[in-house]
């Protein structure tokens, strides 16, 4: 010890928690070029299994959405000991009345998708096709690997280390803690689905309360860069990545700050997951600078390590807790919100109120817009589908910035939160969209004119 009471670490120490904070890093937030395209490792190994198992992986998802309604049913209507007992059955089947009837739905669109019954509007390749042999293909790899390799930046000091760093900066602007910042990176720059797998991790564990987890997973668990070029291509406007992504980012940066104070996120419990606090290491002691104190923690933590098998053990639990949990909210929410905006006029309708705020923006083809604006609600890249054939580019633009910025649409990570054991309801999801919207809209508009 020194005279401060601070420990003298060893080379090895610090390579503790260098190297595996390192890879976390590397293998789930670092983009990269490869076949002439950006991806991070952990979405290049998810494509290269879902493409070995494109035949099977329907079969799969269709089998795992199976078990979880079987067992959630048996244990409703029965309560076996078998189930009770057993602590991963128990925790994968014991859900309230609510969810155990998602759960049902999303096995019934599964079996009619898979095996093409019913009409065709339930399992065309524009709803429930998409859904279970697109979507959910993708996300059962990404789910794998990810849940996997999160304990890199989970376990061995990394959010301990940003987060007393970021404190400063987290806390006033967001009311967050720094770790939070990790969550923001991952998904901004990997995918939006590891943000929310992070946050849920880091809830369930006791580092995040109840407000802060919803928060951060409706406000931070953004899309990625990748998939924001897939959108700006879709319009016809890729050479203006640049102005496109500093307009997304000052937007969100807008939303961060404003959305969080208003209900619902703002009647969030600053209560933590079974009453289980952990300690984040936000009040610096005397006698150690900001630095020295992340450091600290991020030793101690990476120290403190548990064996290889219980690393793998830890990850697979979460990998587990998304196929069972979250796969057939994503198939029954997905569905049902593709349907909807295939086909019925039901979203046009309710952007019907946004063609005045348009016009008075001086937004170009504010009707056409219009109807852009809630069907992001279903799926994020409906949006910029139905606005690719809008003659102002301009609108184009609007649309496609909007469409990323609103965040929460159910086909992919809105059902991925509702999946989640963070407590937001699709009520709660639908408010928040239509909050960011409101927001991100005028500063979006603003960018837009002076841009064109």
Do not use: C
Request: avoid cysteine; charge should be neutral; charged fraction near 15%.
């Amino acid at each position: 010890m020194n005279e401060h009471g601070k420990s003298n670490y060893s080379v090895i120490d610090y390579l503790k928690f260098i190297i595996p904070s390192a890879l976390g890093v590397l293998l789930l937030m670092v983009p990269f070029q490869y076949k002439g395209e950006t991806t991070i490792f952990v979405a290049l190994l998810a494509s290269a299994l879902t493409n070995l198992l494109t035949g099977i992986l329907p079969l799969i998802i269709l089998l795992f959405i199976t078990f979880t309604a079987g067992l959630t049913l048996i244990d409703k209507l029965a309560a076996p000991d078998w189930i009770r007992k057993n602590g991963f059955l128990a925790e994968t089947a014991t859900v309230s009345s609510f969810w155990a009837v998602i759960r049902v739905i999303g096995f019934i669109l599964a079996f009619l998708v898979f095996f093409k019954i019913g009409p065709e509007w339930l399992w065309s390749a524009d709803t429930g096709g998409l859904v279970l042999n697109d979507l959910i293909l993708g996300l059962f790899s990404i789910f794998l690997f990810a849940g996997l390799l999160l304990p890199f930046l989970t376990d061995f000091g990394m959010l301990e280390f940003v987060g007393v760093l970021l404190t400063p900066v987290m806390r006033p602007l967001f009311g967050l803690p720094g770790r939070s910042s990790i969550d923001a990176v991952a998904s901004w720059i990997g995918d939006g689905t590891i943000g929310v797998s992070l946050t849920n991790k880091q809830y369930k564990e006791g580092y995040y309360t109840e407000r802060e987890a919803a928060v951060i997973a409706t406000t931070f668990s953004a899309v990625s860069i990748t998939f924001s070029l897939v959108v700006l291509k879709q319009v016809d406007l890729v050479s203006l990545f640049g102005p496109y992504y500093l307009t997304i980012l000052a937007s969100a940066i807008v939303a961060a700050v404003v959305v969080p104070k208003l209900p619902p996120l703002s009647n969030k419990k600053d209560a933590y997951y079974g009453g289980n606090k952990a300690d984040i290491g936000e009040n610096i002691p005397d006698h150690y600078t900001k630095f020295e104190w992340a450091r600290k923690l991020a030793l101690e933590k990476a120290d403190n390590r548990l064996s290889a098998r219980d690393f793998f053990k830890s990850g697979f639990k979460t990998v587990t807790d998304l196929w069972f949990g979250v796969l057939p909210v994503i198939m029954a929410f997905g569905t049902i919100a593709l349907i909807i905006a295939e086909y019925t006029p039901i979203f046009a309708w309710l952007g019907i109120p946004f063609i005045p705020i348009l016009k008075i923006l001086q937004v170009p083809y504010a009707v056409e817009a219009s109807q852009t604006i809630m069907v992001g609600f279903a799926d994020m890249f409906l949006p910029s589908i139905i606005g690719s054939t809008i003659p102002s580019e301009m609108t184009r633009f609007i649309v496609a910035t909007l469409s990323v910025t609103q965040l929460v649409y159910l086909s992919e990570a809105g059902a991925v939160i509702l999946g989640s054991d963070i407590n937001i309801t699709p009520l709660d999801l639908f408010f928040i969209f239509i909050q960011r919207t409101l927001v991100t809209l005028p500063v979006i508009v603003l960018a837009a004119h002076l841009i064109f």
